[in-house]
């Protein structure tokens, strides 16, 4: 015949001429596996009957379904109809672009059940075609950018059996990615119901290697669709099969071997539809998953701590490290930050520490400070001492020992590095000079944190006497008095403003603004989103300093200076109806300690900004050991790197370890290990969202004050940034100074770490929003879309509408 082929002529280099269900149907039958038998009308046929009609015209669809078949296809349709038996048949258009992983077209067109008789036939197949140019299906195309001359429309006319049960089967978990589970769902009836997402199904979880079941969910199936004699329709499901099981443990194993052999065949995890008649299964279609996740290990439920005797912290430079760390740099991290910590707490107390009694391990991915105990105590008896060392120069301690000797050492490291020819150099001198940038960061980083106590203490001390000598009813929070000072961060924010602005006046794709940028991203690129060097920095990836951008070009956006001034108005006025009340004595007192909290605040700020000077010339290094390795080195142990370089074969499980840590990404770590009273009595204060609340509210800190209620957008990292509406409560594990950009948008923040004088409290102070942090488990407990109340006054964050 010229334009009907049966199932075992076609296979997928026909589907230009079959469409992309017919040649999947070709393939099952090639591959011995139980199908429906059946023909496909070609797309030649169609190509006959539309001769003659304009598919750019807005009647197009209209065109068709007044059509009549061509009498040459008609007779061909009738002959393969008569070889089919002259019974109920099952009449599925299959478009050219249909079924396939990059492009998923099911559903779009028409699919007509137990058609009976010639005409009925026939006046399926027209209405097959006619479904081609439906709105719908005209709107999917258009934005899958097909065109409309470049698709064309075959059916499929495939035997109809009377089925008791069907269903779909997963090859591969659609909802995890994981490939060592099936997914099977069954109902009564046909499968209409079914694959349309009407009728309720049992869930079943099949484990791949044994066919054996891991999961079963019996659903309440109230409907299920039944043939009419030349039909379907809803009908109930008797009531002593609506809690009865579809199938049982034998028939899901062989169900699933039948899923295998297909995935098999095609060689990528499959999509089945699947009938069962009279106690034998046939399957009636097969398409690629689309958007199947990629593989996720199980999320962990335990966290077995790799030393004894000890407490473990997700606190101070782990704000910088969200997620789960790659091999690579779990490996290198720990010793640079052991090192330089211990270095300080050395110098602080006056003798060595330990070996062992800090350390700076991973549990289930997520890195965690240790210290023993008996170091714990040791350095709390210590404290006060340790801190008044600070200033002493050998510390690097201090604004002074910062501004002098911390950041200009760790500048020079990294502009040695930067001189060097990265391609002269051999691997081996690269993953050395990879090493000691990582160490000059994390002693950068130690430096820093001999900021943060001064920063700390100096808001405090003002905040303690504010509240309790000047502070009356109506009267502001402490933290309102020291907003509008300047920070690298918001000096970031106003280079992008100007970039917007410039923008708007000359293009994007002017000479000056493209200078602009360049200047932008050598100044503020290096500062990370993640301290993970596996994960880009907006030098590498700018895509969300861009959308920033087109955001401030909107209405919604807000000239950063223009807010400062507003904000360091209300302060000022505030701060002088404050003082005006005093006496002479606790008016200079008040000065002081103002005076000292405003000049210290953004110092740690600034000092957080340059973390990452070395990150972008440390991924430049890290991707060219790649390059000369064929391998992803930052997946990659240190052993096993070094072992690579030293020419040894090495095959680590590269896919598994990135299963592993998309597991492992799903939960949000514990912010004190191990989980015991003493810790939580001592330390919970600091860290109120290490208890987990349970029910609706969450507890944290109060980072800044105010109460707002709005739709929550939970943020994991910076892929999700351009989600971000404007007025919506930023929820995340933490942020940091690259995040700044994102508070422009955001009716408040939320997130499982931090603290009062986290970036993510300073900065929500400097726009004017609420904020709670450390939390916990808020990025676990809130999803995008709930309606939230979150009191930056009381630190709880309520979802008031999930």
Known sequence: ???????????????????????????????????????VLTTEAYAVAAAGIDVGSPGVQEAFLGLAVPSEVAAEVRAA???????????????????????????????????????????????????LWTARAIDYRARQGIARTDVRLAVVIQRMVAADASGVLFTADPTTGRRDRIVVSAAWGLGESVVGGLAATDELVVDRAT????????????????????????????????????????????????GVRAEEHFGVPQDVEWVRVDGAFALVQARPITALPPP?????????????????????????????????????IDPAVTGSIGGLFASMLGRPVPAGDIAFPTINGYAYYFYRTR?????????????????????????????????????????????????????EELLDGVVTLLAAGATYYTAVQSVI????????????FYDRVVKRAGDPAA??????????????????????????????????????????????????????FAEPTPADDPSTLLDTIRFMMSEAGVDPEVRRSRLRAERDTRTEELRARLDPVRRRIFDALLARARRLGPVREDALADMGLAWPLMRRMLRELSSRLSVDVFWLTESELRARLRG??????????????????????????????????????????????????????????????????????????????????????????????????????????????????????????????????????IRTGDRVHVDGDAGTVSVVDP
Not at 22 to 36: D, K, T
Not at 384 to 404: D, K, Q, Y
Not at 453 to 464: D, K, M, V
């Open 479 to 532: 933290h309102v008095l020291l907003v509008g000072e300047d920070s690298e961060p918001l000096r970031a924010e106003r280079s992008l403003y100007a970039l917007a602005r410039l923008a708007r006046s000359a293009g994007t794709e002017s000479s000056a603004w493209r200078r602009g940028f360049a200047e932008h991203l050598e100044r503020f690129g290096h500062t990370v989103f993640d301290l993970d």
């Open 648 to 781: 040894e074969p090495v095959h680590p499980p590269i896919a598994e370890r990135q299963a592993l840590r998309r597991g492992r990404a799903l939960v949000s770590p514990p912010q004190m290990l191990p989980e015991v009273t003493w810790l939580r009595t001592v330390f919970g204060r600091f860290m109120p969202g290490a208890e987990t609340p349970a029910g609706e509210q969450l507890t944290g800190v109060p980072g800044s004050t105010g109460s707002v209620t709005a739709t929550a957008r939970v943020l994991r990292g910076p892929e999700d940034f351009a989600a971000m509406q404007p007025g919506e409560v930023l929820v995340a594990r933490m942020t940091t100074p690259a995040w700044t950009p994102l508070f422009a948008r955001a009716a408040a923040v939320v997130t499982d770490i931090g603290g009062p004088l986290s970036h993510s409290s300073i900065v929500a102070r400097e726009y004017g929003i609420p904020a709670v942090l450390g939390t916990g488990s808020a990025t676990d407990r």
């Open 453 to 464: 106590p001064l920063a700390a203490t100096a808001e405090i001390g003002f905040t303690a």
């Open 81 to 131: 109809y008569a070889g089919l038996g002259w019974g109920p048949v099952a009449v599925r258009s299959s478009a050219t672009a249909e079924d396939l992983a990059d492009a998923s077209f099911a559903g779009q067109q028409e699919t007509f059940l137990d058609v009976r008789g010639e005409e009925a036939v026939l006046d399926a197949v027209v209405r097959c075609w006619a479904s």
């Open 296 to 332: 996720t290990a199980p999320p962990p439920t335990t966290w077995p701590l790799p030393y004894r005797g000890g407490a473990y912290f997700r606190a101070s430079i782990v704000e910088q490290m969200p997620s789960p760390l790659t091999p690579l740099f779990a490996d290198l």
């Open 1 to 39: 015949m010229r334009f009907v082929r049966g199932f075992a002529e076609v296979g997928a280099a026909d589907v230009a001429l079959v469409g992309g269900k017919g040649a999947n149907l070709g393939e099952l039958v090639r591959a011995g596996l139980p199908v429906p038998d059946g023909v």
């Open 211 to 258: 066919f054996a079941e891991v999961g079963r969910t019996v659903a309440a199936k109230t409907e299920m669709t039944v043939p009419t004699g030349g039909g379907t329709a809803q009908v109930a499901v008797p009531a002593d099969r609506q809690r009865a099981p579809v199938l049982g443990a034998a028939e899901v194993g062989e169900l699933a071997r039948l």
């Open 375 to 427: 170091g714990l105590l040791w350095m709390t008896v210590r404290l006060p001492w340790a801190l008044r060392s600070l200033n002493r120069p050998e510390t690097r301690g201090g604004v002074r020992g910062w501004r002098e000797r911390a950041h200009p050492g760790y500048v020079a490291v990294v502009d040695v590095w930067k001189a060097k020819d990265l391609a002269a150099l051999s691997s």
